[in-house]
């Protein structure tokens, strides 16, 4: 532990009192000592992110009288009660009450000290749920892109800057960061909120598709259009257009996105008509499009028309401080989606959550959460490290389960893709899906959302 638990200790015996706050402080803890009750009673509230430990024969306000009130404010606050032999019986009938332990007298050291322990560890877990389900009743549930640290504020700062005025906008982030997200907010907090929002992904439709897609046609234009078709530039006239993935759109279809950013007009497939718009293009890319070599074959010309305005989306483990808090917000929802209570968070999925590097980012960690209330996740989660032989598990074991872990990551990086995932995993597909059944992994629950 980081910083000393602290220990209210009571007792009316000064000499006991002195031994016994003694052998706690050794330990580490932070001990404060009092000779009644009701002293320390007036200390403590529902905050308190300690334990108490109270003999139960004292004048005045008695040991199992101090655990009911303590329990009138808090009854997860763990108390210890040290009690003589003679008191064993009633020292029980505490426990089922609610009293997190009894020590009886004389006791060895240890004994106290690994029961106090567990007491701190048990608190400690109390209190880090409390914060979360606090900081979730605290987030807005239209909010976006939620977080505490000064990168999100900064960033919600500039979308309400920028939001109501037509500026086309370029988004950048990792896959899964959330800038669908960052697009949706930009339209519904501007005077277009009115108007449709209208996402294409253009890294999901083949070259021969996008061009009818983005700008429309005629009946007859081509073989098999038969019927007009508006494209969805036209369709996002009034309000906005967001190409996600936009790194992946055809050259082709990269020279007639240029002139409608200049132009503010397209000319749908099999006419000669020209159609004004009245346009707001918000583009997103998971790579830096300001550096030539991850630019590839993108356009540098259209590059800078849509880099008027570039708001860059931090990944997850750089704002790692978010993650609770994001975590209790995704997992409200889903207790609400699914129909479930929301159970405390194990001391495995603090740790989790608190170490595991996000490599899919909100998305992974909304996923997550979706499957720790469904009860799917195991208690020890399955990107924990598998080098420590303690969990007794032998090389094989420890083989399926890096494989299962190494497979689950790809699929979160690649939102569910099978083409990407099979590709970087350097596998044949029935060999991925064989994998995939035996493991027990649902493609589908790592399929990107739009």
């Not at 007009?228 to 936009?246: A, M, Q």
């Not at 240029?258 to 790579?287: F, I, Y």
């Not at 990944?315 to 978010?322: A, F, G, T, V």
Request: hydrophobic share 40%; net charge negative.
């Amino acid at each position: 532990m980081t910083e000393a638990v602290p220990v209210f200790l009571i007792d009316d015996d000064k000499d006991l009192l002195k031994a016994t706050a003694q052998t706690l402080s050794l330990a580490g803890f932070d001990v404060r000592s009092f000779s009644t009750g009701i002293e320390a009673l007036s200390q403590l509230g529902d905050g308190f992110p300690g334990v108490v430990v109270s003999d139960i024969r004292m004048p005045g306000l008695d040991g199992l009288q101090l655990f009911d009130r303590i329990a009138g404010f808090d009854r997860e606050l763990p108390v210890i009660l040290m009690t003589g032999h003679g008191d064993i019986p009633m020292a029980v009938k505490a426990i089922q009450n609610g009293v997190y332990d009894f020590i009886a007298k004389p006791f060895a050291t240890e004994r106290l000290i690994q029961c106090v322990r567990h007491a701190a560890e048990k608190r400690s877990l109390v209190m880090e749920n409390r914060r979360l389900r606090a900081a979730g009743a605290e987030a807005d549930d239209g909010l976006p892109l939620i977080g505490q640290t000064s990168v999100m504020e900064r960033l919600r700062h500039m979308l309400r800057q920028i939001a109501d005025t037509d500026v086309d906008v370029l988004v950048t982030g990792e896959t899964g960061s959330g800038k669908e997200v960052v697009a949706s907010m930009l339209h519904s907090w501007s005077r277009r909120s009115t108007g449709n929002f209208v996402a294409l992904n253009c890294g999901a439709l083949p070259e021969q598709v996008i061009e009818s897609e983005l700008f429309g046609h005629e009946a007859g234009a081509f073989t098999g259009a038969q019927k007009k078709r508006v494209g969805r530039i036209e369709h996002s006239s009034g309000g906005t257009l967001f190409l996600d993935e936009i790194e992946s759109m055809p050259l082709s279809a990269q020279v007639q996105m240029l002139r409608v950013l200049e132009m503010r007009e397209v000319t749908p497939l099999g006419t000669n008509e020209v159609r004004p718009v009245d346009l707001r293009v918000v583009a997103a890319s998971k790579v830096d499009l300001g550096h030539p070599d991850q630019r590839a074959v993108f356009r540098e010309d259209l590059y800078y028309r849509l880099n008027v305005v570039t708001l860059t989306i931090p990944p997850l483990r750089e704002r790692r401080e978010d993650i609770p808090l994001l975590f209790n917000y995704f997992t409200r929802k889903a207790g609400q989606r699914f129909g479930r209570e929301v159970s405390d968070l194990p001391r495995q999925v603090v740790e989790h959550l608190r170490d595991h590097p996000w490599p899919g980012n909100v998305r992974e960690l909304s996923h997550y959460a979706e499957r720790f209330v469904l009860g799917l996740e195991p208690s020890v989660p399955l990107s924990a490290p598998l080098a420590k032989a303690e969990d007794g598990a032998g090389l094989p074991e420890r083989v399926e389960r890096f494989e299962a872990d190494l497979i689950r990551e790809t699929l979160t990086e690649f939102g569910g893709d099978v083409q990407q995932t099979i590709t970087a995993l350097g596998i044949p597909r029935k060999t991925f899906y064989d994998k995939l059944q035996r493991h027990g992994i649902v493609r589908s629950d790592y399929a990107e959302r739009r």
